[in-house]
């Protein structure tokens, strides 16, 4: 599985068959107002499982926040945590749990210090979109989720990003959260387990197969090939592919090797819809990310989703969404580089 060669091993100093006295590992989970529910209860319920398999407490966690208390996440998940006090009291790692507050970086000093101490840090989906934003130089690879990524590029110049699933900078691992956040634990608990173990947790976790760190987040509506024919899932990643530039759906058909009318057959059948239609929606739900989660002028927005002007893309967003642009981004708090790199 290749777990072992993931670059979280400094995790794991000792072997838990080798140690004289039961080995454990605390993981400290740091939570904002809004968290991500299903991040934080994959973690807890990875750990929890790990030690389920191995018939003994080998892994705590505690919560912690910048907001100490009762903290509730964006599901309405709640959690006591503890104060967060930026040079005190660390533990093993520190998971900075993604969510709508988790980009604001109010961990990222505690993070500093925890690195200095060569202590891992890993932040995932928003928080690490956050710490990307506010990083200069970083001094490797970087990634988060990849709905981010795509922002990112239009906002500013991030040359060592990647689409993958993680990224172990200098200590600090970024990683694209959600459904994922499973994988990312068991990488980083594998130094701790026997090959036999990681796979019995993979299968109690009803993971078909345990994705690599350095594997390719399935960024795409395309990327779920089983859903869809061969005809349908080229068609849609040959329009995620080109946003900016839309193909006549007459040259989208003859690059398949289809009829104009067969394509718009097909499109009618899986989606109830034309794949004019279809293709629309792809561009139009793009623009809308833009315009929520960047500054970025409407007329580059209506430029970057091939909809080449601001009336119409205005046009398509009020259609989809019932509101203007204006609006949409008026009701949207946007935070770009607002603090200070730690």
Known sequence: MGLRQTGFNSFATINPRHAKEPLTRTVELFVSAGFCDLE???????????????????????????????????????????????????????????????????????ARAMQRKALPVVLLSDAATGYIRSTRSPAGKLTTHWRDIATLAETGYHPNL??????????????AGAGATSELVIGLIAPLLESVQVAELGNRLLLHTIRKSDAEQPKNIADNEALFDANV???????????????????????????TRHLERVFRKVFDDTPAKFYKRIRTKRARIMIEETLLPMVEVAVATGFGSCDTLAKAIKDEYG????KMRARTKISLLSYEPG
């Open 323 to 326: 509101m203007t642009p204006s």
């Open 162 to 175: 990647t689409a993958r699933f993680s990224e172990n900078s200098d200590g600090i691992i970024t990683g």
């Open 233 to 259: 899932t080229e068609a849609i990643r040959r329009m995620e592919n080109a946003i900016s530039d839309p193909i006549p759906m007459a040259d989208l058909a003859a690059d398949l090797g289809l009829s």
């Open 40 to 110: 934080l209860a994959s973690i807890t319920h990875t750990l929890n499982t790990a030690n389920d398999i191995l018939a003994r407490s080998t892994f705590t966690w505690r919560f912690v926040s910048d907001t100490p208390g009762f903290v509730s996440g964006a599901c309405d998940m709640m959690v006591r945590a503890e104060p967060a006090i930026e040079d005190h009291g660390f533990s093993d790692v520190m998971i900075v749990v993604g969510g709508v507050k988790a980009g604001q970086t109010p961990w990222l000093r505690r």
